[in-house]
């Protein structure tokens, strides 16, 4: 691929700002915020660092776990799908869905523990309460049972429950057929931010920000390494690099008359923040509900985002003017020459070879171009500083999304920004502990109480 200057793909990413800048997706409509184990609340998508010819792809569930949250802890949400969903093409339906679905048993039921003594496998006669899946790949009409029974990873009750929980995390990752890899279990939550932002933009004081609301807890992911054929347009990711992405939570009715079980829809999760900052109140619960190719109904708070007039009205920074077209082409096109006013080849479905323009169609996806290869040295700041395999070109667990849009809310790229402006943050850089350099490269859970940190 070759890309635009550095400058023109930085400015588009300012573009984002207005559309990521306070939180990632935990808690952000009414219904699903009553629901959390039916709650999508982040999505990454990434060129495999230690395998470049592969991609991964990390889904979370269930937000703001306390790691003493006992005596049921953290299950995955059973008759649920949880899906991840790939569209090749930018027609804005999925060509392929991985989707995963679990079920729960117990040793024993005539006691209220998790587990009845100290766990050292996934099968210890101890660990009371086990989750198994299913892993399902739909293409074409036609669905493949990947794994038919693998073993999640329970959640962490402790050091004297789990001695050596890093032994239970690994053992449940599970080849998923050549090149493949699938885990499913609980990690630290990879999200890092500070949250106080709903407080009227950090209580209209920026002296005050720096504590990251998520450190200490835990979230449910799920996780899938694939090769990059298995994903592209045509099964050819060379003529066919860009991919959109976004993961659903559908709830499984029971099946009628021998006909199929009905699903239905009740969370989505594609570009981080969407939900919480850019869609009113009245529009959250629809959006959950809607899929990618009928997200023209939301093109007015694409187009007169709500952000920049708050930081506007609170810290005296002059919003951008409107309409945002180059906001249209960042969250609804993806980047290309020909998609809109931001003149950057990046990640646009467009720019595959073997697409049809005619049926392309504008949607919300966290959308990965798989060509651009791993950064050696990743920056936290993604595309605005230059790493084009960062944020929003796909999203790495490292990519500090809350500085790059606080900054790009305000146009920091944008000609006559303001110079304070480049010196906004959040002030939390970085997750508190490391990520793991290996699939699947979320953190391990936390063990001590959110209150003892």
Not at 209 to 216: E, I, Y
Not at 231 to 253: E, M
């Amino acid at each position: 691929m070759a890309f635009a200057a550095i400058g023109a793909s930085a400015a588009c990413v300012a573009s984002l700002a207005p559309l990521q800048s306070q939180a990632s997706s935990h808690r952000e409509a009414p219904l699903i915020s009553s629901t959390p184990s039916l709650d999508n609340t982040d999505l990454y998508a990434f060129v495999s660092p230690d395998n470049a010819d592969t991609v991964t792809f990390v889904a979370n569930w269930t937000p703001f776990e306390e790691p003493n949250g006992g005596p049921n802890f953290y299950p995955f949400a059973e008759d649920t799908a949880h899906e991840i969903n790939i569209d090749n093409d930018g027609d804005a339906r999925a060509d392929i869905i991985y989707r995963w679905t679990f079920t729960t048993t117990y040793q024993n039921d005539g006691t209220f523990l998790y587990n009845t003594g100290p766990v050292t496998s996934l099968t210890d006669k101890d660990l009371n309460v086990r989750q198994t899946y299913k892993l399902e790949r739909l293409s074409g009409g036609k669905t493949k049972t990947i794994l038919k029974a693998a073993r999640a990873a329970p959640s962490f009750t402790g050091k004297a429950s789990m001695p050596d929980y890093a032994a239970l995390s690994n053992a449940a990752i599970t080849s998923a057929g050549a090149g493949s890899k699938s885990f499913a279990g609980q990690a630290d939550d990879p999200f890092f931010a500070d949250l106080r932002v709903f407080d009227l933009l950090y209580g209209g004081d920026l002296s005050e920000v720096g504590q990251d609301t998520l450190k200490g807890y835990n979230v449910n992911t799920i996780a899938l390494r694939v090769p990059k054929k298995d994903l592209a347009l045509k099964g050819d990711a060379t003529r066919n690099p860009n991919i959109g992405v976004w993961s659903t939570t559908r709830r499984i009715g029971a099946s009628m008359a021998g006909k199929p079980a009905t699903t239905v829809q009740v969370s989505r999760l594609g570009m981080p923040l969407v939900n919480e900052a850019v869609l009113p109140l009245r529009a959250k619960n629809e959006f959950n509900a809607t899929k990618p190719q009928d997200d023209i109904k939301f093109l007015k708070y694409v187009t007169d985002p709500e952000v920049p007039r708050l930081m506007e009205a609170i810290y005296d920074i002059k919003a951008p003017a409107t309409p945002r077209n180059d906001l249209v082409e960042v969250f609804l096109t993806g980047l290309c020459n020909d998609c809109g006013p931001v003149k950057a080849e990046l990640n646009s479905q467009k720019l595959n070879k073997d697409v049809d323009a005619k049926k392309f169609a504008p949607s919300e996806q966290l959308r990965l171009n798989m060509s651009v290869a791993p950064a050696a040295t990743p920056k936290r700041l993604g595309v605005l500083d230059g790493d084009l395999a960062g944020f929003p070109n796909g999203r790495r667990l490292t990519d500090d999304v809350i500085d790059v849009t606080i900054q790009a809310a305000e146009g920091v790229l944008l000609p006559g920004a303001p110079a304070a402006v480049a010196t906004l943050s959040d002030g939390v850089n970085a997750n508190e502990h490391d990520f793991r350099t290996v699939f699947p490269y979320v953190s391990l859970p936390n063990e001590k109480g959110v209150n003892r940190n």
